[in-house]
């Protein structure tokens, strides 16, 4: 289980890099979560968990200087703890995947004002670079 949680964390850490650095949209959950999913052999469920965070957050896309909630770590979350919950419980109850949705929305919103800090360090930052 340790190897599935590295290499989940791994994998998780390299899409979110896609939200700041490629943004080819990898990052997305309806692409992030299947992917998950099959990393820890349910690629079902995490096909669920990625249209369902898709839908919730459809509207919020991270163009201009909008800093859109952090939808990829929500993703990633859901998709394992829902699989590895179900795991534990020998099957996937219909409420498992909407309580790991509840659970990790605010996991998400806390990455969003994360993200924010690190645009205003870096704009001070870049403002110093152009004054020397």
Known sequence: MIWKVLAVSIFGAVLCLDRVFIQAMFSR???TAPLVGLILNDPYTGLIVGAFIELFWIDQLPIGG??????TI?????TASAIEASRLLGAMPRGLIALAVLITIPVGL??????HWFIRVNGTLAKK???D
């Open 74 to 78: 929500v993703s990633v979350l859901v």
């Open 129 to 131: 670079a152009a004054e």
């Open 66 to 71: 909008h800093c859109p909630p952090n939808d």
């Open 110 to 115: 806390a990455a969003q004002r994360m993200e």
């Open 29 to 31: 959950p309806i692409v």
